[in-house]
């Protein structure tokens, strides 16, 4: 159940194919076998972070805020830096905002940004 990325963004950086996984999995569950994790939402020595509260929810940051939670990547799979990028590109083009909620405070659940980046590494 796996497929293979070819979208323009990758190509366009003359990146290798690779295969992932359709789904990600949340950092609570096991990585079964043949299945690849490029990412994990934690605080432990993480890459860089995504801010959760306020109205720029979903957007990268290079340092943390309140209210942001850390993403680490598989070096083996993904470039940090390029990840970084792909997640900037996912929030100009405000993919998180149907995701957000809220109406006094707006906040993203941690869920709904697996969903944003998996459903945009499984396009096909």
């Not at 949340?26 to 995504?50: E, H, K, R, V």
Request: with cysteine.
């Amino acid at each position: 159940m796996t497929q293979t990325i070819d979208t323009e963004f990758l190509l366009r950086f003359n990146l290798i194919k690779f295969q992932v996984n359709r789904r990600a999995r949340s950092q609570n569950q096991t990585s079964g076998q043949g299945q690849i994790l490029m990412y994990l939402l934690t605080n432990a020595n993480p890459d860089f972070w995504i801010q959760l509260k306020g109205l720029n929810a979903g957007q990268p940051l290079k340092k943390p805020i309140p209210n942001c939670i850390g993403v680490t990547t598989d070096k083996k799979v993904l470039d940090p830096h390029f990840f970084f990028y792909v997640v900037h590109y996912l929030f100009i083009n405000r993919k998180f905002e149907p995701y957000i909620k809220g109406s006094v405070i707006p906040y993203i659940r941690n869920k709904d940004i697996h969903t944003v980046i998996t459903s945009h590494f499984s396009k096909s």
